[in-house]
């Protein structure tokens, strides 16, 4: 069941921008993965926002978000690649892009990060 409204506005991009030639799984992922890498603004700061494996509670941690992962991580879901804040400059993870809140982004990253988080809500699949 979806948990987000329709908008027809979305819809009519993701189909005639992000999974227009899609006939299969791994097109529709692609689709999405080349028009977030071609839209985001990287790098970009954000909050890191994962439920704790010990506790379960929401953890958040300051990143930076460095840009997607490579297309092979990106065939079931969308993940990108942060860096904590004043980590260490080679320690760099995959998260989730659902998982990333952006900050001081400009309109199209909002607007692309948006997109994906509608496509997620709405219950779609690759």
């Keep these: ?23 299969d799984k791994e097109d529709r992922a692609m689709g999405w993965y080349y028009y977030l890498d071609d839209t985001l603004e990287f790098p970009f700061m954000g909050k890191w926002k994962k439920k704790s494996r010990k506790t379960s509670a929401i953890e958040e941690k300051a990143v930076e978000v460095l840009g997607m992962a490579p297309e092979d991580d990106c065939l079931k879901d969308m993940y990108v690649e942060v860096a904590y804040i004043g980590g260490k400059e080679d320690d760099i993870h995959s998260a989730k892009l659902s998982e990333i809140e952006a900050i001081d982004v400009d309109d199209e990253t909002q607007e692309a990060i948006a997109d994906w988080l509608y496509w997620l809500g709405r219950g779609y699949k690759f």
């Design 1 to 23: 069941m979806a948990s987000v409204e329709r908008d027809e506005t979305r819809e009519q991009r993701i189909e005639t921008e992000i999974v227009v030639d899609a006939e």
